[in-house]
Structure formats: C-alpha cells, structure tokens
C-alpha cells in the first residue's frame, strides 16, 4: 500500500527525477575524465606501471569516505554529490578500459606504425573502437556503482532525492513508506540496469555487423 502511495506522489517523481539527474551528470563526469585517461594508461607501458599503485590505492578508499571533503571542497550539496559519484565510477572506467586499451592487438598497432601513422592516429582508428565493447560495460558498472553510492550521498542535506525520502521517512518512523523508498530503489536501479543492457547488446550486435 505504501508503494502504491509513493507512486501516485508527484514528490516521488520529483525525487526521481532528482536521483537520475545527479547519476547521469556523476558518471558523465567521471566518463569524460575516466575514459581518456584509461584509454593513455593502458597504451602506454611506462605509464600504466607509474599509475597502477595510485589508482589501486584511490580505488581502496570507501567513496562515502569523501564526504567531509567534499562538504569542504564544495559550497554546494549538488557538487559534494556529484564529486562523491565521480570517486565512485572513475576507478572501474579507468582500470577496465585501460586493460583493454593494453590488451588491442599488437600487429594492428605494428602495422599502422609501418604505414605512418602516429600516435593520435593509433588512438583513433585502432585503440578506441578496439576498446568501445570494453567502454560500454565499464559505462554499466559505473552506472551500478553510482545507484549504489548515490543514496548515502544524499545523506548530505539535500531537499530531494531518495536519500531524502529515505531520511524523511526515518525522521517520521514512517517504516511502511521507508521500506516503499527501499523497494522503489531496487526496481529503479534493475530497470536502469536493464535500459543500459539492452542498448550494450544492440551496440554489440550493430558493431559486429
């Protein structure tokens, strides 16, 4: 019953709306620094061996332990959030697409450099649609790892959000419409998950052919 009410509030789709809002832009983020940086570790051998003991000792850090330094960093409870998804999701975009960066075919990289051409030219027409199979499922996990992130982030004091219903109901002992929030999360992130499995599929299927 308490799922039925929270889906026929507007305050619920607000929230929603919210939520996804602060995913997307976390992961964007995350994708637009993640993805180029990935793509140079894993063709370079000098800078994947300089990089791997970094990223691995980041990618340790719990993202929720980031918290008293976002709300330092950031004056904003927006940009706090959207720092927290970014520590989340830019570790698995980074290690993922630079394993896949590294492991490209070698006498296509041999080849192309016997015809000329240079690097930028490697990572346009060999690395990078060598690696889109490898982009998109590390697009994915992101995806799962920021749902996932995304509800303590909320935590933070903002006004809406999941998190904040999730707060809200708490702070009331509304426990009904709390364990609604908690269901309506899972079927929102399984759906999402769905949504972006369905178009990886497509994309594979439109690659091969």
Known sequence: KALYR???EQRFWLSVGASLSRVFIGISIA?????PLGLVIGFYPVIRNTAHAPVQFLRMISPLAW????????????????????????????LNIASASANVNQSWI?????????????????????????IMASIRL?????????????????ASGLGYLINDARDTMSY??????????????????????????????????
């Not at 520590?87 to 698995?92: N, R």
């Not at 450099?113 to 990078?128: K, L, V």
Request: contains cysteine.
């Open 31 to 35: 994708a637009v620094i993640g993805i």
């Open 176 to 209: 009904d419409n709390l364990m609604a929030v908690i269901v309506a999360i899972g079927i929102i992130g399984f759906t999402l998950d769905k949504i972006f499995q369905t178009i990886q599929v497509s994309f594979a299927r439109a690659w091969i052919e």
């Open 67 to 94: 918290m008293p330094v976002a709300l330092i960093i950031f004056t904003g409870f927006e940009s706090a959030i959207y720092f927290l998804i970014v520590m989340a999701t830019i570790w698995p975009i980074i």
């Open 142 to 158: 992101a995806l799962g790892v920021a749902w996932i992130v995304l509800v303590p982030a909320e935590f933070l004091g903002v």
């Open 110 to 134: 041999k080849m192309a450099m016997n015809q000329g051409a240079n690097h930028f030219q490697i990572f346009y027409t060999i690395i990078i649609p060598a690696s889109l199979q490898d």
């Open 6 to 8: 929270l889906c026929v």
